[in-house]
């Protein structure tokens, strides 16, 4: 039986079930965190119209995973405190709250600049697998 990861999108979008070993969301999760120096560069000295900065974590990663996405708020260090900007499965956490995450937890990342996000690895793989209206819908919304 080969593990399965649930991603959430930002603003509460369906999941999508992944599994562990899937090859292009392993590549993409690589893609993202090698890009994590540049991106903390920009959340902590945002440029102009840059905002909206989240990461993708495992909201427990001892138990079943559940990527989400939470809005930095701070990080210092290794160390990013944010705010959950999904509703977890997980009904001990709650949309809002405010967690710490160290970097090497972290997935995914991105922001947006002028209304066009930035980053995103994993959603890119995700929304190849949405069906075509669905796929389109979140594809002007995140102004790709």
């Known amino acids: ?76 260090g290794d160390i990013t405190i944010a705010r959950l900007v999904n509703t977890p499965r997980d009904h001990r956490f709650a949309k809002g709250d405010q967690v710490t995450v160290r970097d090497n937890q972290i997935i995914d990342w991105a922001y947006f600049r002028d209304g066009t996000l930035q980053g995103g690895a994993t959603m890119r793989v995700l929304i190849e697998r949405m069906d075509a209206a669905e796929a389109r819908a979140m594809l002007d919304r995140l102004g790709w």
């Open 1 to 76: 039986m080969v593990p399965l990861a649930t991603h959430a999108a930002p603003q509460d979008d369906p999941t999508i079930t992944v599994a562990a070993a899937d090859p292009e969301m392993r590549a993409a999760i690589a893609t993202a965190q090698r890009g994590l120096p540049v991106f903390f560069g920009h959340a902590t000295a945002p440029g102009p119209g840059e905002t909206g900065f989240i990461v993708k974590y495992d909201l427990v990663p001892e138990e079943r995973t559940e990527f989400i996405c939470a809005e930095i708020i701070s990080h210092r």
